[in-house]
């Protein structure tokens, strides 16, 4: 009986895994950056978070394989040190050097892409100069004619 029960278990968790969609993983390498390419079916909701030694792509709606064997054919393992799927089915955990930062975005196809980029992230905001201001037009007033216009008022009643 146990061993029909674990038969019939092992039956479902290979269905299961096989309504996984398969999502292949392109790389390339260029000056200043590597890139990774997922080949996710149009309408995938995702986001790329910074993790401990690394960032995670994930995804919300479904389980997906993801397809990870040519990543490092054309790349080197320099920006990107290595890549995982999680065992959620749903993430990748990508294993980057110390002194990168990540770009993405998705295309009109739906395939997402992220960027390693060399050098640490820069703080928007830090070396921006000050944004511009429109001129006015309304005169403005010196010391000595305000002084003018509160001799001329009147003191509130008490």
């Not at 997922?38 to 960032?55: H, I, L």
């Not at 294993?95 to 703080?123: K, M, P, R, W, Y």
Request: hydrophobic letters at 45%; a negative charge.
């Amino acid at each position: 009986m146990k061993l029909i029960a674990f038969a019939t278990a092992l039956i479902m968790f290979a269905a299961t895994a096989s309504n996984a969609q398969q999502i292949s993983v392109r790389s390339g390498e260029h000056e200043g950056f590597s890139r990774l390419v997922f080949m996710f079916p149009r309408g995938t909701a995702w986001a790329v978070d910074q993790v401990s030694g690394g960032y995670r792509l994930s995804t919300i709606s479904r389980d997906f394989h993801f397809d990870l064997t040519q990543v490092f054919r054309f790349i080197p393992k320099t920006r990107i040190s290595g890549i995982q799927p999680d065992i959620d089915r749903r993430s990748v955990f990508v294993e980057t050097a110390t002194a990168v930062h990540s770009e993405s975005f998705q295309l009109a196809n739906g395939a997402v892409v992220l960027d390693v980029i060399d050098g640490a992230e820069t703080v928007m905001g830090a070396s921006e100069p000050p944004p511009l201001q429109a001129p006015s037009f309304r005169p403005q007033p010196n010391e000595a004619s305000l002084q003018i216009y509160w001799n001329a008022q009147e003191a509130p009643p008490p």
